[in-house]
C-alpha cells in the first residue's frame, strides 16, 4: 500500500528558497517515477518535474526550469524538490505523485503549502 507524505513548506520571501519532501512508503516495485505538482489557489494543478526512481533522468516544466531541482535519496525512499529564487506565483499546495512505468499518476500525497509573500 503505497502511502506518500510532503513536508517541507511554509511562508518565505520572494527571492528565498525552499526545499521540500516526500517519504514515500510501500514500495514494492521497481520501475517507477515519482514527480511534484502544485495547484494554486482557484487554479487546476499543473506538473512542476519528475524523476526516475531507477536512472535519475528528470524533467521540468518551463516555470521551474532553472529555479527547482528535483532529485531523490533511493535508500530512504524519499524525493525532493529544491526551490530557488521564489516567486510570489510559486504560491501553491505542493504534492508529490507516483508513477510506475508506462501508467498514470496513481498516487499522491496530502501536498504542502508553500506560500512567497513579495
Known amino acids: 500500500q503505497v502511502r506518500l507524505v510532503e513536508s517541507g513548506g511554509g511562508l518565505v520571501q520572494a527571492g528565498e528558497s525552499l526545499r521540500l519532501s516526500c517519504a514515500a512508503s510501500?514500495?514494492?516495485?521497481?520501475?517507477?517515477?515519482m514527480g511534484w505538482f502544485r495547484r494554486a489557489p482557484g487554479k487546476e494543478r499543473e506538473f512542476v518535474a519528475v524523476?526516475?526512481?531507477?536512472?535519475?533522468?528528470?524533467v521540468y516544466a518551463d516555470s521551474a526550469k532553472g529555479r527547482f531541482t528535483i532529485s531523490r535519496d533511493n535508500a530512504k525512499n524519499t524525493l525532493f524538490l529544491q526551490m530557488y529564487s521564489l516567486k510570489p506565483e510559486d504560491t501553491a499546495v505542493y504534492y508529490c505523485?507516483?508513477?510506475?512505468?508506462?501508467?498514470?499518476?496513481?498516487?499522491w500525497g496530502q501536498g504542502t503549502q508553500v506560500t512567497v509573500s513579495p
Open positions: 510501500g514500495l514494492t516495485f521497481r520501475n517507477f517515477g
Open positions: 524523476i526516475s526512481w531507477s536512472d535519475g533522468s528528470t
Open positions: 505523485a507516483l508513477a510506475k512505468e508506462g501508467s498514470r499518476w496513481d498516487y
